[in-house]
C-alpha cells in the first residue's frame, strides 16, 4: 500500500503521507486505489496490494507481484471489476516478476520477447523485439513498461 495504515481508513491523509503526495512519491489515484483495496481487504479477508500505477489515458495499468496476481483478479474477475467501477477507470494489471529484464518484460506484455538490444547513451535504453503477430497487443504499452522498468524503451516487430 502506498500510504499508512491510518490513512488508509480514514477521508484525509496524515502529514507523511501528505508530504509523500506533494513531492510526487506517490500519485492521487495511489491514495484512492489503495483506499479501495483495503476496503476490499477487509470485507473479503484478503490481503491484496499492488507495486505501482501508470495512467494512460482512461486506463489505469496496475502493477502487481506475479505472485499476487490471480487473486487480485478474484474469482470471476470480481475483484478487478469492483476497483474498476469504484475508480470510474478501465483497469489492466500487469504482472511484475523477478529475474532478468527479458523476463520481467515478457510477463508484462503478455508474449515473448526475442530479444532485447541495449543502447547506451545518456540514459540507458532497450530496444525489445517481439514477433509481428502481437503488434497490437504490446505496442499500446510501450511507455508503460519503460515506467515500470525505468528505461527507455521501444518495441520493434518482426
Ligand atoms: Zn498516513
Redesign the pocket.
Known amino acids: 500500500m502506498k500510504?499508512?495504515?491510518?490513512?488508509l481508513q480514514s477521508n484525509i491523509?496524515?502529514s507523511?503521507?501528505s508530504k509523500k503526495l506533494d513531492n510526487g512519491e506517490i500519485k492521487e489515484i495511489d491514495v484512492k486505489l489503495s483506499r479501495e483495496l483495503h476496503r476490499i481487504n477487509k470485507k473479503r479477508d484478503t490481503d491484496l496490494d499492488f507495486l505501482s500505477t501508470v495512467q494512460d489515458g482512461g486506463k489505469l495499468f496496475v502493477v502487481v507481484d506475479g505472485k499476487h496476481a490471480a487473486r487480485f483478479i478474484g474469482p470471476g474477475g470480481r475483484n478487478i471489476k469492483k476497483l474498476s467501477q469504484d475508480l470510474g477507470k478501465q483497469i489492466k494489471l500487469l504482472e511484475k516478476t523477478e529475474g532478468s529484464d527479458k523476463h520481467v518484460i515478457e510477463k508484462l506484455i503478455g508474449a515473448p520477447v526475442i530479444g532485447i538490444n541495449k543502447i547506451y547513451s545518456d540514459i540507458e535504453s532497450y530496444k525489445v523485439r517481439v514477433e509481428k503477430r502481437y503488434m497490437r497487443q504490446v505496442q499500446p504499452l510501450t511507455d508503460v513498461v519503460g515506467k515500470i522498468i525505468g528505461k527507455k524503451v521501444s518495441f520493434v516487430f518482426e
Open positions: 500510504i499508512c495504515k491510518v490513512c491523509l496524515c507523511a503521507c
